[in-house]
């Protein structure tokens, strides 16, 4: 059965850190997404067994993380401010999904290449 449940979301004050955690199925590539009210749902972070990839609006910030044995994905966001506010979606691949830019390969950022998604999490952040 595909599972992916997104919890930990909430208020907090811009330069505030948030834990975000999603119970998953045993999927190899892992993404995480985030839509903010009017706009389009945009990638934030992915992960697969040895790699990590992030957008550079939250590099430097947001780290992700996969307990395996627990099939659970963590993403811990820092530094938080009033744009980072969205619903935050995990979700998952079955394979490797990979993208490749001038001549380096990471885990995919598309969200095409996710099959399975989560109900999603609140995060607001305030000024």
């Known amino acids: 059965q595909v599972r992916l449940v997104e919890s930990g979301g909430g208020s907090v004050q811009a330069g505030e850190s948030l834990r975000l955690s999603c119970s998953t199925s045993e999927y190899t590539t892992m993404g995480w997404f985030r839509q903010a009210p009017g706009k389009e749902r945009e990638a934030v972070a992915s992960?697969?067994?040895?790699?990590?990839a992030y957008v550079d609006s939250v590099k430097d910030r947001f780290t992700i993380s996969r307990d395996n044995a627990e099939n659970t994905l963590y993403p811990h966001m820092s530094n938080l401010k009033p744009e980072d506010s969205a619903v935050y979606y995990c979700?998952?691949?079955?394979?490797?999904?990979?993208?490749?830019?001038?001549?380096?390969?990471?885990?995919?950022?598309?969200?095409?290449?996710?099959?399975?998604w989560g109900q999603g999490t609140q995060v607001t952040v305030s000024s």
């Open positions: 992960i697969t067994p040895s790699n990590t």
């Open positions: 979700a998952g691949a079955s394979g490797l999904r990979t993208q490749c830019r001038g001549g380096r390969c990471f885990p995919s950022l598309r969200e095409v290449d996710f099959d399975y």
